[in-house]
């Protein structure tokens, strides 16, 4: 088994980490598998930026007074911080961060805008966020990349029936983090 660190998807969001805790800002990491990624992620993540909190929320398992916790910690942190989630933090929360990683494709547009609307809140420019930041590193040749195509496509499809580019559109940008090197706005 390949440990979660000698990853590419890890390192490449782990350099990314770097750069954003060099600009004292926060950012959410989204991930769908919690014993396969967000448990290893949480202690590798801990053991490389020791003196930044990484703080996790899950689902079944964990104590509705820490998720929170780990919320308000996140949210009053000055400065770099990590608040690692399942999908279980997809609906409902208000997350203060300029950034945001899909470590997996969200499978649905729904999903992908559900996880991106957690940090483009309403009040978000009153907390000092003026711009947010949605990445999703995708792999190429894989199946990863057909469930992105179609995110896309649905994403697409949804801003033609409405006729007008999502409400969010002046604070967010998504990147494309696939070997084709898309880089596209919302």
């Given at each position: 088994?390949?440990?979660?660190?000698?990853?590419?998807?890890?390192?490449?969001?782990?350099?990314?980490?770097?750069?954003?805790?060099?600009?004292?800002e926060?950012?959410?990491?989204?991930?769908?598998?919690?014993?396969?990624?967000?448990?290893?992620?949480?202690?590798a993540?801990?053991?490389?930026?020791?003196?930044?909190?990484?703080?996790?929320i899950?689902?079944?398992?964990?104590?509705a007074?820490?998720?929170?916790r780990?919320?308000?910690?996140?949210?009053?942190?000055?400065?770099?911080?990590?608040?690692?989630?399942?999908?279980?933090?997809?609906e409902?929360?208000?997350?203060?961060?300029?950034?945001?990683?899909?470590?997996?494709?969200?499978?649905?547009?729904?999903?992908?805008?559900?996880?991106?609307?957690?940090?483009n809140?309403?009040?978000?420019?009153?907390?000092?966020?003026?711009?947010?930041?949605?990445?999703?590193?995708?792999?190429?040749?894989?199946?990863?990349?057909?469930?992105?195509?179609?995110?896309?496509?649905?994403?697409?499809?949804?801003?033609?029936?409405?006729?007008?580019?999502?409400?969010?559109?002046?604070?967010?940008?998504?990147?494309?983090?696939?070997?084709?090197?898309?880089?596209?706005?919302?």
């Amino acid at each position: 088994m390949i440990a979660i660190e000698n990853s590419s998807k890890f390192q490449l969001i782990e350099n990314n980490l770097e750069t954003i805790f060099e600009a004292n800002e926060k950012v959410v990491l989204f991930t769908f598998w919690t014993h396969g990624t967000l448990f290893p992620y949480l202690e590798a993540l801990r053991k490389k930026f020791g003196e930044v909190p990484v703080l996790p929320i899950w689902g079944v398992g964990m104590k509705a007074e820490e998720t929170t916790r780990n919320i308000q910690t996140f949210n009053s942190t000055k400065g770099p911080a990590v608040l690692l989630t399942s999908d279980v933090g997809q609906e409902g929360l208000n997350l203060y961060a300029p950034y945001l990683w899909n470590i997996e494709v969200p499978r649905t547009y729904a999903e992908y805008k559900q996880r991106s609307n957690r940090i483009n809140r309403a009040d978000s420019k009153s907390k000092g966020i003026s711009h947010t930041w949605i990445y999703r590193p995708v792999a190429s040749n894989t199946v990863e990349e057909r469930v992105d195509a179609k995110v896309l496509r649905r994403r697409a499809e949804a801003e033609a029936i409405r006729g007008v580019v999502d409400e969010s559109v002046d604070m967010e940008d998504t990147i494309d983090m696939s070997p084709k090197g898309l880089l596209f706005g919302s």
